[in-house]
């Protein structure tokens, strides 16, 4: 059923014209979630630019958390 429903829908907007997909496409963007970060941006920065010097330098310690896999997890 669902599949039959999303080929209904696909014929349809295929046979849209540039104007009517135009709009169909912006309304679609409307409805999508947009993640939000709950962490500053300048945080995130931080973090991405230790994570930087971890690779170069392996032999650092990250000082916020056991090991890199753990960082990556919270911040993915």
């Known amino acids: 059923m669902m599949n039959a429903t999303a080929e209904i829908l696909k014929n349809k ?10 709009a169909f496409a ?5 409805f999508e979630v947009k993640k939000e ?3 500053p ?3 995130l920065d931080e973090i991405l630019y230790r994570i930087q010097f971890h690779n170069e330098n392996p032999k650092t310690k990250l000082d916020f958390y056991e090991n890199i896999s753990e960082l990556k997890k919270y911040c993915a």
């Open 13 to 22: 907007i295929e046979n849209f014209n540039p104007e009517t997909l135009e």
């Open 37 to 39: 970060a709950a962490i």
């Open 41 to 43: 941006q300048f945080h």
């Open 26 to 30: 912006k309304m679609m963007e409307s």
